[in-house]
């Protein structure tokens, strides 16, 4: 197979620092702008800061090697060879049909000037209008597709399986069915229906290959109970302490979030198991940042956690009745054991025994959440959850985001669980508006 040229767009470096070693025997160019725009970002506290600094490191312990210089270009593992490559010349002129004060036009003029010399030259974007620039002008555009996972084809955490009445009766007798089913995945779950109209739901217990009951308990969860069999299989998950890390997708108002909260409060106020809850959000529309707000961090943080705590004030009133939420909210904040706070300090943290919930997550980018779900320590439970459909990272889509990935690549693992939450259980209202909007 013949080499391809791939021109990397600054997006791509940020979203995956590793990217350049991932396109294997080819030749990898960063265009001069780009280094120029994440020079400008590394001195950035978050995430992208981080993965800044990271390309700029690798890209000047290049220069160490005897194998080449940056111009003509430094050979790497797995056949790569990357290249720094100047947009334009003093003087020079060229047919270039777009503006190049732009910097995204600057990358597309570098893929430009490549091609005019030969090969065939691809430019990686994931801004999906310099990829339909690019092939405006007759470039060869690309997405990257590393560190992405297809969302309609998503493991959804349970199956409907048509059985004879016999083998559900045999379940109920004897508390558990065994399964000769090939491609169960670890903690995945069963809702069994027979032609007589009985039905089971229960949860595949890889080590035993046995399809098992779901945890029982007396009364509801803090005022509340699952109002349908995804719900159900959701707050089985969340109750269970082997399972250390929890996926929940769903549309609005299906009680992700609620669900969450609810089993953190039993596990840390009822049951002692964790220390205290840690809940935290993405800051997107403020550039991942709380500093244009006024006040201390604590202040910023509440309009930002507003959502969390209306789930904490519905729990705490249908726990304690009209009237008296307030009071059980305020017993809750004085007891320190819940902490609200923003993903970007998150990291560098250790967690240990804690409870940790980080609601839509669907705004993160796999090396985030690899950034989160390490800070788990010792006896920690992590739940990831959103709707991997309403993103507002303006470079992650329903594949690419964090969520999906997650999903994608731990669904194997004993420790993990996921489930689709389909039926919006908020108001009558939000279903409809869910189902035709």
Request: aromatic share 8%; net charge neutral; charged share 30%.
């Amino acid at each position: 197979m013949a080499r391809k040229t791939f021109v990397i767009d600054t997006n791509v470096l940020l979203h995956d620092p590793e990217s350049i070693g991932k396109f294997r025997e080819n030749d990898v160019v960063i265009p001069l702008s780009v280094l120029e725009e994440l020079d400008s970002m590394k001195r950035l506290s978050d995430e992208l800061g981080k993965n800044a600094r990271h390309v700029l490191r690798f890209i000047d312990g290049l220069k160490t090697r005897n194998t080449g210089d940056l111009n003509r270009g430094v050979q790497i593992e797995n056949g790569i060879v990357v290249k720094v490559f100047v947009d334009m010349q003093p003087g020079e002129r060229t047919s270039f049909p777009l503006s190049s004060e732009r910097s995204n036009n600057r990358i597309l003029l570098v893929a430009y000037k490549l091609r005019e010399k030969g090969g065939q030259v691809v430019i990686v974007s994931k801004d999906f209008v310099v990829r339909v620039k690019a092939e405006a002008i007759g470039l060869e555009a690309e997405d990257y597709e590393n560190l992405k996972f297809s969302y309609d084809k998503l493991y959804r955490g349970y199956r409907k399986l048509e059985v004879p009445k016999r083998e559900i009766d045999l379940f109920f007798r004897d508390g558990f069915l065994p399964t000769e089913i090939p491609d169960l995945s670890p903690n995945e779950y069963c809702i069994l229906t027979s032609p007589e109209m009985s039905s089971a739901v229960c949860k595949f217990n890889h080590q035993t290959k046995r399809l098992e009951p779901l945890i029982k308990y007396t009364k509801d969860i803090w005022g509340i109970q699952p109002l349908n069999v995804e719900q159900k299989c959701a707050l089985d998950l969340l109750l269970r302490d082997d399972i250390k890390l929890v996926t929940m997708i769903g549309p609005a108002g299906t009680g992700k979030t609620l669900l969450a909260l609810a089993a953190g409060l039993k596990k840390v106020f009822d049951e002692g198991t964790y220390s205290r809850i840690l809940v935290s959000r993405p800051i997107m529309p403020l550039g991942k940042d709380i500093g244009y707000l006024p006040g201390t961090k604590e202040e910023k943080l509440f309009h930002w956690m507003q959502p969390i705590y209306d789930n904490l004030e519905f729990l705490c009133q249908t726990t304690s009745g009209e009237g008296n939420g307030a009071d059980t909210q305020k017993w809750i904040m004085e007891s320190k054991k819940i902490e609200m706070e923003a993903v970007t300090y998150i990291r560098g943290r250790s967690l240990p025994k804690i409870y940790m919930i980080i609601d839509e997550a669907q705004n993160l980018t796999p090396h985030e959440v690899k950034t989160i779900i390490s800070r788990a320590g010792k006896g920690t439970k992590v739940i990831l959850t959103g709707d991997a459909t309403q993103i507002d990272n303006p470079y992650l889509d329903k594949d690419s985001n964090a969520l999906t990935f997650t999903v994608g690549k731990f669904k194997q693992y004993p420790l993990y669980g996921h489930i689709f939450l389909d039926r919006t259980e908020r108001s009558e209202l939000a279903a409809l508006a869910a189902e035709v909007l």
